[in-house]
């Protein structure tokens, strides 16, 4: 967008270059034509200018008309000169006689009427097409400025014109003020005397940043004169930058778009699944083991990872389980164990009590018969003895109940067969 507007500010460049260029070539064949008139050629002072002053009332372009010969003396002139001048002196006098063609001439005081003018020179030649003097026109710089001030220039513009020298020929606005001098800015005078054409961007002596396009003004000759237009660059780039806005407020629209997309997305698709990752970790922790994601089947990464987790608490809450049942019936096998032992023991103390309580006690008594009455000893010592014998087998018995030798020297099948076979022996069973 930034070189489009150059390209549009060189492109206006070009037109106002284009109206002046049409003045000097109109300038350029008017000569030419002078030129080769019998009262130029025979140089008759008289009927020349009178020629030249019809003709300077036809075109207002012009400040003056007139003809020298070659060593500078004025024959014609379409103003009457009052005092004695010569142009051998004259830039413009100079290079046309040098360079035997047309030539414009640079900034100056006409010495006609004292006006600033920039003079046009064609040279005049004889029938044997030899150089005789020259022919001139005086352009008026105003007709310049007045093409100037009808150019459609936006606000804030600058137009200005310069000879070779860099001195402002045309300007607008204030033409008054900046007529006659050397352009003050003296980079952008470097740039056009140099370059020709093309565009830049300066800092105007107004203090106002402007987009300078320049170019010389084409002709049939190099006629040393440029044209440049200074616009502020707040005009010059208002497009680019209200494009630029526009992009950057459609950027700025998608980009918040993005962002509230990508926050909804994570939102749904990240945070959520990890929070509730999160939740149930946290749960599972604290000893919940029915805690679960309870987030719906995908195929995403954390879909993946909550499914193996939400697998991972149902195993882990089936172990639990399965250890809670374990500990119960060990706990329940551990208990029936007490129970057992407590009835072994009650029943081992039965048996003392009752079986060896009460052979101990019909000894005692048989001893004490046997001391109290010495003739019945004898009796009452075989009837101990036969308890004593009863206790002994009773003691071996209950021994064998509680540890049967057999569990120590065949292990434990030998030892619960024999004793599976000792119960029902003494039950009856087959």
Not at 309 to 337: C, I, P
Not at 385 to 402: A, F, N, W, Y
């Amino acid at each position: 967008a930034a070189a489009q507007a150059q390209d549009n500010a060189l492109r206006l460049a070009r037109l106002a270059a284009g109206e002046q260029t049409h003045l000097v070539q109109g300038t350029h064949q008017l000569l030419v034509a002078l030129s080769h008139l019998p009262v130029v050629r025979n140089e008759d002072p008289i009927g020349c200018s009178a020629l030249f002053s019809t003709l300077l009332k036809h075109y207002p372009a012009y400040a003056n008309l007139g003809a020298s010969r070659l060593n500078g003396e004025p024959f014609c002139s379409a103003i009457p000169l009052t005092q004695l001048v010569t142009n051998a002196s004259q830039a413009w006098f100079q290079r046309t006689v040098a360079t035997k063609e047309f030539t414009v001439g640079e900034f100056q005081r006409s010495l006609a009427t004292g006006n600033f003018t920039l003079v046009l020179g064609y040279p005049i030649r004889d029938n044997a097409n030899e150089l005789q003097g020259v022919i001139g026109a005086a352009l008026d710089l105003g007709r310049l400025n007045h093409i100037a001030a009808q150019a459609q220039l936006p606000p804030g513009a600058t137009l200005t014109a310069v000879d070779r020298n860099g001195t402002i020929i045309a300007r607008y606005p204030d033409a008054e003020q900046w007529l006659g001098q050397v352009l003050p800015e003296a980079a952008l005078t470097t740039t056009i005397l140099t370059r020709g054409e093309g565009a830049t961007e300066l800092l105007g002596v107004d203090g106002v940043r402007r987009l300078y396009a320049f170019t010389q003004m084409r002709a049939a000759s190099d006629v040393g004169l440029y044209v440049s237009i200074g616009i502020p660059t707040e005009i010059a780039f208002a497009a680019a930058r209200r494009r630029l806005l526009r992009n950057l407020i459609t950027v700025g629209l998608i980009t918040l778009c993005m962002v509230i997309a990508t926050w909804i997305g994570s939102e749904v698709l990240v945070l959520r699944p990890v929070n509730a990752l999160v939740r149930a970790t946290q749960q599972l922790r604290a000893g919940n083991w029915s805690a679960r994601t309870e987030l719906p089947q995908g195929q995403g990464e954390l879909a993946q990872l909550a499914r193996a987790f939400d697998d991972m608490a149902e195993t882990l809450g089936q172990r639990e389980m399965e250890q809670k049942r374990s500990e119960a019936t060990l706990q329940l096998l551990s208990r029936r164990l007490l129970e057992a032992q407590e009835s072994e023991r009650r029943a081992i103390a039965r048996e003392l009590h009752d079986e060896l309580g009460q052979s101990l006690q019909a000894i005692k008594i048989n001893l004490q018969t046997a001391q109290r009455y010495p003739q019945e000893g004898a009796a009452r010592l075989a009837e101990s003895i036969g308890v004593v014998d009863h206790t002994i087998q009773q003691v071996r018995t209950l021994s064998v109940d509680l540890r049967p030798s057999l569990l120590d020297d065949l292990g434990l099948v030998a030892a619960l067969e024999w004793y599976v076979d000792r119960q029902a022996q003494r039950v009856g069973f087959d």
